[in-house]
């Protein structure tokens, strides 16, 4: 399996948490103060905040294709689900007891599990099949928006007129479609035999030292705002 692995999806995973930590280190600078109220909120920031989790689902799609594309390795499948999913529960939990009513109800891992889920009825499914339900995903929650999605326990779907306040949200609709055009993406390059010529691909000492985070982005994840936000806080209280 060491010998198959794709270094060049661990470095797009690398990149995408430097992204993410970059973003959330100015999300954490402007809530204690040191940037104007909102400021990611405005601008190029909200776009920014997309294209990111997009880069992430995306590679979900693209992992779960490599992943399974001959066959479904069960065993491997539910175990990564697993860590995933209790991953989101951790931070629904840790965030309901630290941002009281903007806690994480539906985020980037939950939006990942669910969509890594979903993804399983589509490796074998033609690939414009998989981009129609994409394209679908993506316009829903343009197209289907009502007042009976509004109860709570439909805060996952993404199709509610009132969105309760959340510091991060990625609900199923629109955020299935990244992940299916992983999928359908991923397949292509299979086709054009263009992950045999990524596998020849070995990075030197640099770029390999930057695989470290892409091969540990769970971790990585569950631990960076914490320790961004503490050093912020510590700079903001002591210095």
């Given at each position: 399996?060491t010998?198959?692995?794709i270094?060049?999806?661990?470095?797009?995973?690398?990149?995408?948490l430097?992204?993410?930590?970059?973003?959330?280190?100015?999300?954490?600078?402007?809530?204690?103060?040191?940037?104007?109220?909102?400021?990611v909120?405005?601008?190029?920031?909200?776009?920014i905040a997309?294209?990111?989790?997009s880069?992430?689902?995306?590679l979900?799609?693209v992992?779960?294709w490599l992943?399974?594309?001959?066959?479904?390795?069960?065993?491997?499948f539910w175990?990564r689900?697993?860590?995933v999913?209790?991953a989101a529960?951790?931070?629904?939990?840790?965030?309901y007891?630290?941002?009281?009513a903007q806690?994480?109800?539906?985020?980037?891992l939950h939006?990942?599990a669910?969509?890594?889920?979903?993804g399983l009825?589509f490796l074998?499914?033609?690939?414009i099949?998989?981009?129609t339900?994409?394209?679908a995903?993506?316009?829903a929650p343009h197209?289907a928006?009502?007042?009976?999605?509004n109860?709570?326990?439909?805060?996952w779907?993404?199709l509610s007129?009132?969105i309760?306040?959340m510091?991060?949200?990625e609900?199923?609709?629109?955020?299935?479609c990244?992940?299916l055009?992983g999928i359908?993406?991923?397949?292509?390059?299979?086709?054009?035999?263009?992950?045999d010529?990524?596998?020849?691909?070995q990075?030197?000492?640099?770029?390999?030292?930057a695989l470290?985070?892409?091969k540990h982005?769970l971790a990585i994840?569950?631990?960076?705002?914490?320790?961004?936000?503490?050093?912020?806080?510590i700079f903001?209280r002591y210095?």
């Amino acid at each position: 399996m060491t010998a198959q692995r794709i270094h060049a999806i661990d470095l797009a995973r690398s990149l995408a948490l430097l992204a993410m930590a970059g973003y959330h280190f100015t999300f954490d600078l402007m809530l204690f103060g040191h940037l104007p109220p909102g400021f990611v909120f405005q601008g190029p920031w909200p776009l920014i905040a997309r294209a990111i989790a997009s880069s992430f689902l995306f590679l979900a799609g693209v992992s779960l294709w490599l992943a399974h594309n001959k066959r479904i390795r069960w065993s491997a499948f539910w175990w990564r689900f697993a860590m995933v999913a209790a991953a989101a529960a951790l931070v629904t939990i840790a965030t309901y007891y630290t941002m009281g009513a903007q806690f994480i109800r539906w985020g980037i891992l939950h939006a990942i599990a669910a969509g890594s889920l979903i993804g399983l009825l589509f490796l074998r499914a033609p690939v414009i099949l998989t981009v129609t339900i994409a394209a679908a995903a993506f316009t829903a929650p343009h197209l289907a928006r009502s007042e009976v999605f509004n109860a709570p326990h439909w805060v996952w779907l993404g199709l509610s007129t009132e969105i309760p306040p959340m510091i991060d949200y990625e609900p199923l609709l629109p955020w299935l479609c990244p992940v299916l055009l992983g999928i359908a993406t991923a397949k292509l390059m299979t086709r054009a035999g263009a992950w045999d010529r990524l596998r020849h691909w070995q990075p030197g000492n640099v770029t390999r030292a930057a695989l470290w985070p892409g091969k540990h982005s769970l971790a990585i994840y569950l631990i960076h705002q914490p320790v961004l936000f503490g050093a912020v806080y510590i700079f903001t209280r002591y210095l």
